[in-house]
């Protein structure tokens, strides 16, 4: 702190009053806005007394009192609600629905009430119980002076210059050739984290011939027995109803229209009965397109609300889909049920680049 | 001396004697810190992570991070003999099984949207008050870093349980990887294993939220507040502070109780709240799957802005040589976050070289003395609250009982307008503010004291501002000097008269130092009282007083000569 000399116009004379030279030690400190290490204080002189610069009591001494009282009170409270934290732990038990309900009430409310009492004591301790104070620490410029930077440079082009790291390029190159391949290792490390995607993004599992199941009830579907117009159920591809990563693609809704309804775009000849299906997996970022609504036969992604129009081929009407939901083509086989005549004919899901 | 002075004076003396640490701790003492209401929100954060560590470690106790799936016959009777993933059965048994299970994974949720909403209005306070200004711009950077890690980090936990809700927020990470030109496939396949949902995502998110960012926030953290406290703290304008001191209360005691209360307030909150507010019940949802999804998911605020993001842009595709570029999720999912961080990351930089300050900056605005800056800040907070809302769209819709697509239809609108009102009327407000300080400053408050002259002339009674006063609201107008005047380069030839860049540095000036000149005020000001920027300074600015009434020639005392340039190009 001594490099700027003394603030506030005082001229710096060292011999004569080597610390903190705006008031006389002994004499009553000034009550507010002090320079705290101003003069060279805190410099180590340890010799020289460190004048008070904290009043040691309050200025309201009747309040403190007060508040005192208010505080202790704060703290017991405290005290009490942690001892109650802990006996809500031993006493109350978990393991259903309402006894967990229970236990959180009374190990949150404790544990609330503890902390709580502890920051508004604290707070009014500080406000009112210690004495107001208001100190100065004088900043100073950041920037270095003249001559330590200039001591940084010659120090570290000594450094430069011993390390003969600029004198001998030979060292320096091969480092640097070294470092090159050294860096770009551990990204080829990663390499593992996962398989190609190769052509895996194109298709689904579905098959021709493979059933089409009920999600849920994993029971297979006749035209017959679907027979609620208007309803729009979820359908597994048999075999894979565990599966996650086959049915993050796979997945299907298949709806039933009153005759007549259905119109191109859909492809007429995937349809039974008047039974579409369509991927689930919405065209914009994936998520299940699980909303059906009866009136308008509009299909709505929950998570962007993109809208497509079920009986004309999942056709766009609104939002941030770029394309229509892939259509399943649908038969039956021989004991009637439905079934996929083959996967879908385009990629399902989301847009990627290498998307055919 | 008594037995605790003893061990006190006994315990420093040994510590000194191997530390060195008397004159350090000492003034580790007396450091002061400054105090405004402002600054507690980046303790917030700060206690808020510290949260986020202590319950995260005792969530970890019981979290299995596997994809494994398993058949649940927990206590949770609602979900018995349902498959999932063990990652899913142990938060179930953390939630009902483990005493305080619930409480601690509540308060970890509630305090992971506390520690982002923290860092939100704290980054929001020192844009306003300009606190980011030279010699602190390197940790408004490292701030912009942590404020992206904590979203990360936030939507990595939210993905850990492996609930319908959360599965469904990785489903929508993989459609914005695979809409990555080029290799968006390869990351998507990387990340995952291979196809989503795969079985290693959980555990390796669950490394990098419990392991890897916590440990850059922490570094970051560290340097964060290392470079805080070494350049000390900056102070609100007022009587006696200057950008040569730092006025307040020491660390010890003063500062050290206050932050500590504040550290059990932040606990109490979120306690509280996660006493009394449920927060994701992940046993309503149910596991994931990738057939399912329920109707209404929303996810965590902070992640609120990017799913209207994606809920507001139209589908614009384009099909370029066999290839499928996806504006529709590339540009929503990118492009808002990508701005503001961006923006914010130049912007001290920018406005340095705009103004030619390269002034060091201890004493921060009032949001109304930079009216450009906070009008810019508006129109980013409206910008990010229009894709926020979005994000909430249907809940609107629902409320106010209005169409779904409308509410996007406007979005779509005021996501453009809502900027340019919300920079406009900010800028007007401001300028206002200041005309009213600076009324205040020459004619006093008034009292509402109205008194009758024995002439029979009514008049106002107003009481002059009190020092205190007069040094919170008589605030030199920061960026009111020539460009470059700051190190003397004034062989530098005067703006405009520099080319094309120049002539762009020379308007950006006049648009960012737009202020009302303090005119008349007896402080060293020029007195010049004639218009600047918006035309209407005449209605409002008074008269010069007496002494200064003359002196509108631009030939102000010191100070007085960059606002003469400024107004004369009005």
Redesign the interface.
């Known amino acids: 702190m001594s490099d700027t000399g003394a603030p506030g116009g005082r001229p710096d004379e060292p011999a004569e009053a080597p610390a903190g030279p705006q008031r006389v030690i002994g004499t009553p400190a000034p009550a507010q806005?002090r320079t705290?290490?101003g003069d060279g204080a805190?410099d180590?002189d340890?010799a020289q007394p460190v004048p008070r610069?904290?009043p040691a009591d309050p200025q309201n001494l009747k309040q403190a009192k007060t508040a005192e009282r208010i505080v202790s009170w704060l703290f017991i409270l405290s005290a009490l609600a942690s001892i109650g934290f802990i006996a809500a732990?031993i006493g109350?038990?978990?393991?259903?629905?309402d006894a967990?309900l229970r236990?959180?009430?009374a190990?949150?409310?404790s544990?609330?009430v503890a902390?709580?009492a502890?920051?508004?004591?604290?707070?009014i301790?500080?406000r009112y119980i210690?004495p107001d104070?208001?100190?100065?620490?004088?900043?100073h410029?950041?920037r270095s002076s003249p001559e330590d930077r200039k001591a940084f440079k010659e120090t570290f082009d000594e450094g430069a210059d011993a390390s003969q790291f600029v004198k001998r390029p030979m060292l320096r190159r091969t480092l640097i050739a070294a470092s090159v391949p050294l860096a770009i290792a551990p990204i080829v490390l990663?390499r593992d984290?996962?398989?190609?995607?190769g052509k895996?993004?194109d298709h689904t599992v579905w098959r021709p011939g493979m059933r089409l199941l009920r999600?849920g009830g994993n029971t297979p579907i006749t035209p017959g027995e679907f027979s609620s117009p208007g309803g729009m159920i979820?359908v597994?591809p048999e075999g894979f109803q565990?599966d996650?990563?086959a049915?993050?693609?796979a997945?299907a809704i298949i709806i039933k229209f009153q005759p007549g309804v259905l119109a191109p775009p859909t492809v007429l000849n995937w349809t039974v009965d008047n039974i579409v299906c369509y991927s689930?997996?919405c065209t914009?970022?994936?998520?299940?397109a699980?909303?059906y609504e009866q009136t308008t036969h509009h299909i709505l992604c929950?998570?962007?609300?993109?809208?497509f129009d079920a009986p004309r081929g999942a056709t766009?009407l609104?939002?941030?889909?770029?394309?229509p939901l892939p259509q399943l083509p649908l038969t039956t086989d021989t004991e009637g049920f439905l079934v996929a005549q083959s996967d879908f004919h385009e990629p399902v899901?989301?847009?990627?680049?290498?998307?055919? | 001396m008594t037995l605790t002075e003893k061990l006190i004076e006994g315990t420093g003396s040994w510590l000194d004697d191997r530390f060195h640490g008397?004159?350090g701790f000492?003034?580790l003492f007396?450091?002061?810190f400054p105090d405004h209401w402002t600054f507690l929100l980046g303790e917030i954060a700060l206690y808020s992570f510290i949260i986020l560590l202590l319950t995260g470690t005792f969530l970890t106790f019981w979290f299995q991070p596997s994809m494994t799936e398993v058949v649940y016959h927990g206590?949770?009777?609602g979900l018995h003999g349902v498959?999932m993933s063990e990652a899913y059965a142990s938060t179930l048994n953390i939630?009902?099984?483990?005493?305080?299970?619930?409480?601690i994974r509540?308060i970890h949720h509630w305090a992971a949207d506390l520690f982002v909403a923290a860092i939100l209005v704290h980054w929001l306070r020192i844009f306003f008050t300009g606190a980011y200004r030279k010699?602190r711009e390197v940790n408004w950077l490292i701030g912009l870093v942590m404020f992206t890690l904590a979203l990360l980090e936030g939507l990595f936990g939210y993905s850990l349980p492996d609930d319908l809700l959360s599965g469904?927020g990785l489903?929508?990470t993989?459609?914005?990887l695979?809409?990555?030109?080029?290799?968006?496939?390869?990351l998507?396949?990387?990340?995952?294993?291979?196809?989503?949902?795969?079985n290693?995502i959980v555990p390796r998110l669950y490394i990098i939220h419990v392991l890897l960012i916590p440990a850059l926030i922490l570094a970051l953290l560290s340097a964060h507040l290392f470079i805080m406290f070494w350049?000390?703290h900056t102070q609100m304008p007022g009587e006696?502070r200057t950008?040569?001191?730092?006025?307040?209360?020491?660390t010890y005691?003063?500062f050290a109780?206050?932050t500590?209360?504040?550290?059990?307030?932040t606990?109490?909150a979120t306690?509280?709240a996660?006493?009394?507010a449920q927060i994701n019940p992940i046993w309503l949802y149910g596991p994931y799957?990738?057939?399912?999804?329920?109707?209404?998911?929303q996810p965590d605020f902070y992640m609120g802005f990017l799913?209207g993001s994606?809920?507001l842009?139209?589908?614009?595709?384009w099909n370029i040589f066999?290839?499928?570029?996806?504006w529709?999720?590339l540009i929503?999912a990118l492009v808002p976050l990508g701005l503001i961080l961006t923006g914010a990351a130049f912007w001290p930089f920018i406005e340095q070289w705009i103004t030619g300050d390269r002034r060091?900056h201890?004493v921060n605005d009032r949001p109304r003395n930079a009216p450009t800056r906070t009008a810019i800040g508006m129109a980013a907070i409206t910008f990010y609250g229009v894709l926020w809302l979005e994000g909430a769209?249907?809940v609107i819709a629902d409320h106010l009982n209005i169409s779904?697509?409308l509410t996007?239809e406007i979005a779509r609108y005021a996501i453009i307008i809502g900027p340019i009102v919300a920079y406009w009327v900010t800028k007007r407000i401001c300028l206002g503010l200041q005309r009213k300080d600076l009324h205040l400053l020459e004619h006093g408050v008034e009292t509402g004291i109205i008194r009758q002259l024995p002439t029979g002339e009514y008049v106002e009674v107003t009481r002059p501002l009190t020092d205190e006063e007069v040094a919170a609201l008589d605030v030199k107008r920061p960026p009111a000097l020539p460009v470059g005047a700051a190190q003397g380069e004034l062989e530098v030839p005067p703006t405009g008269q520099r080319g094309g860049l120049g002539e762009v540095r020379e308007r950006a000036y006049k648009v960012l130092t737009e202020s009302v000149p303090l005119d008349g005020h007896g402080n060293g000001y020029g007195g010049h009282g004639n218009g600047h920027g918006d035309g209407h300074a005449g209605e409002h600015t008074a008269v010069p007083s007496g002494e200064h009434a003359g002196d509108g020639s631009g030939e102000g005392q010191e100070g007085g000569g960059s606002e003469a340039q400024e107004g004369g190009q009005a």
Request: proline share 9%; charged share 15%; hydrophobic share 40%.
């Open positions: 806005a705290l290490l805190g180590g340890g610069e904290l732990y109350l038990e978990v393991g259903s629905v967990v236990s959180n009430l190990l949150g409310l544990m609330s902390f709580l502890l920051a508004v004591g604290a707070v301790w500080v210690m104070v208001e100190l100065t620490e004088q900043r410029v950041l990663l984290m996962g398989p190609l995607p895996s993004l999600y979820t597994v565990d996650p990563n049915l993050a693609a997945t689930k997996i914009h970022v994936g998520c299940p699980a909303l929950p998570c962007h609300q993109s809208t766009v609104f939002g941030p889909a770029p394309r899901g989301p847009s990627y680049w290498e998307r055919p | 008397a004159k000492r003034t007396r450091k002061i206590s949770y009777t498959r939630s009902f099984d483990v005493r305080g299970g619930l409480l509540q010699p469904t489903r929508i993989e459609g914005v695979l809409s990555i030109p080029l290799v968006g496939t390869y998507s396949y990387f990340l995952f294993g291979g196809p989503f949902p795969g290693l350049q000390k006696g950008d040569k001191n730092v006025v307040g209360a020491p005691p003063y109780a206050k500590g209360a504040f550290f059990f307030f606990f109490a306690a509280l996660a006493t009394f799957t990738p057939v399912g999804i329920s109707a209404g998911s799913e994606l809920r842009w139209p589908s614009w595709t066999g290839h499928v570029v996806a529709n999720v929503p060091e201890h769209n249907d779904l697509y996007t």
